[in-house]
């Protein structure tokens, strides 16, 4: 049996009760009134606002002043960086081997895809190229970890974990570098200071070498 559908007219006759019902009109709709305070919707313009605050700051002599103290908070760090935590005098000569080689956690490709090293290789820095100078860590605050730097028979960099570096440089006229955030005392295990990293072979030897401040040459620290 054939399902009888209905007509259109019929259709558009169910449309129009349905919204005739459904969808109040304009005129029977409620006036709710007003709950709580209104504001009209404004939005501030933020640049505008922040550039009249520079104005009034440069007008009061507040930028200028905040700008000089930007530049002696650098100036300060560059003289004087943090220094490197969890370092200390060496109270004894001792010494260790350090493999600096790395496993290659995944492929190595150029831009043009060629396989330099494939993920699990091991890459050994001092197989290729050597290491020209020794490294010297020392604490720039003890006169006796420059002075033990600087008599140094070989050619070496001055790798500070504490002190005044650019001072430094301009008292003896050589560069002295800074471990900054302590990556490089991090990655040998650096925790005395003076302590001499040279090659040996294809390892990295690292020794802690105390030395005796000038004002008491018994005492060892």
Excluded: N, Y
């Amino acid at each position: 049996m054939r399902r009888a559908f209905p007509t259109v007219p019929a259709v558009a006759m169910l449309l129009a009760v349905t919204l005739a019902v459904g969808i109040p009109s304009a005129a029977s709709a409620k006036d709710l009134g007003v709950r709580g305070a209104t504001w009209a919707v404004a939005e501030p313009d933020l640049l505008a606002e922040i550039e009249a605050r520079l104005l009034e700051m440069q007008r009061s002599g507040a930028l200028a002043r905040l700008q000089t103290e930007a530049r002696e908070r650098a100036r300060s760090r560059l003289e004087e960086p943090e220094p490197v935590p969890g370092f200390a005098p060496a109270t004894r000569e001792r010494s260790r081997l350090f493999d600096p080689a790395i496993v290659v956690e995944r492929d190595i490709r150029t831009p043009e895809g060629i396989l330099i090293a494939a993920a699990g290789t091991r890459v050994d820095p001092l197989e290729r190229v050597a290491l020209t100078r020794d490294l010297l860590f020392v604490d720039g605050r003890r006169d006796a970890e420059i002075a033990w730097a600087l008599a140094h028979g070989r050619p070496a960099k001055v790798v500070l974990l504490a002190g005044r570096p650019l001072e430094l440089m301009r008292r003896h006229g050589r560069p002295f570098f800074f471990d900054a955030g302590g990556r490089l005392a991090a990655r040998f295990g650096i925790a005395a200071t003076p302590s001499l990293v040279a090659q040996d072979g294809t390892r990295l030897r690292i020794t802690e070498i105390p030395v005796a401040d000038r004002d008491d040459p018994e005492r060892e620290e």
